[in-house]
């Protein structure tokens, strides 16, 4: 949702190195830190980046040198070769999104297939002034994705009051999903934070990549639904 009262400062830390990137690049450049500027202003800042290899193909090359095997794993961990594909482009699946409040029971947010969630009405509902957690469970297939961050944009009766960005960091292929837990947040409250927002959601890598981009509405209220 990423509404809140005070801007918290920071990123959250990647899973592993910036080696990583360049196991995944060969002969290219280190990647771009996102900015602070709007978020419509990404693809217009696409990173110069050189040619990606499949992630098989680079764990094949130097399967008879232990030496190097053994440094691969370190970056990257234990990769599980169904989960890798012939072709250079990773795979991530965004499965849910979770609220976590300590008022109440956690709000499980499945993606629906089709991208838009309960059109007819809000996708969920907050107290307001009430403390809350994001969390994002995905799945990494096929290669490692650099640099997967969140971003996220607020509205009110059309203008913008929230843009959240969060570098989620670098991971690679693996069957279990990953599960990112983001800085708890605290709602607004009071007569002119209460009503209806809307707001989009996008999960993108350092290609400028998006893996899921989603419209949504959501409700502040003077109590949990």
């Not at 300590?102 to 509902?125: A, H, Q, S």
């Not at 809350?132 to 297939?141: A, E, K, Q, W």
């Not at 969060?166 to 605290?186: C, I, K, R």
Request: hydrophobic share 30%.
């Amino acid at each position: 949702m990423g509404l809140k009262d005070e801007k918290k400062g920071g990123e959250a830390s990647g899973e592993t190195s910036d080696r990583e990137d360049r196991l995944s690049r060969m002969n290219s450049e280190s990647s771009l830190s996102p900015t602070e500027d709007d978020d419509d202003d990404d693809e217009d800042r696409k990173p110069e980046l050189g040619p990606m290899i499949a992630l098989k193909e680079q764990l094949e090359k130097d399967k008879d040198d232990e030496s190097l095997r053994r440094w691969k794993e370190q970056l990257i961990g234990v990769v599980d070769f169904e989960d890798v594909g012939e072709t250079p482009d990773p795979v991530v699946k965004i499965l849910h999104l979770t609220v976590r409040s300590p008022d109440r029971e956690e709000m499980v947010l499945t993606i629906p297939d089709d991208g838009v969630p309960n059109p007819k009405g809000p996708w969920f509902t907050i107290k307001e002034g009430s403390k809350y957690t994001l969390v994002f469970n995905f799945r990494v297939t096929n290669n490692i994705v650099s640099g997967l961050r969140y971003n996220n944009t607020v509205w009110k009766t059309g203008v913008k009051v929230d843009s959240t960005k969060a570098m989620l960091g670098t991971f690679s292929p693996q069957a279990e999903p990953y599960q990112h837990v983001m800085p708890e947040e605290t709602t607004p409250s009071g007569i002119f934070a209460r009503g209806s927002y809307s707001a989009r959601t996008k999960f993108v890598d350092d290609d400028n990549k998006c893996y899921l981009e989603i419209n949504y509405t959501f409700d502040i209220r003077k109590n949990w639904q």
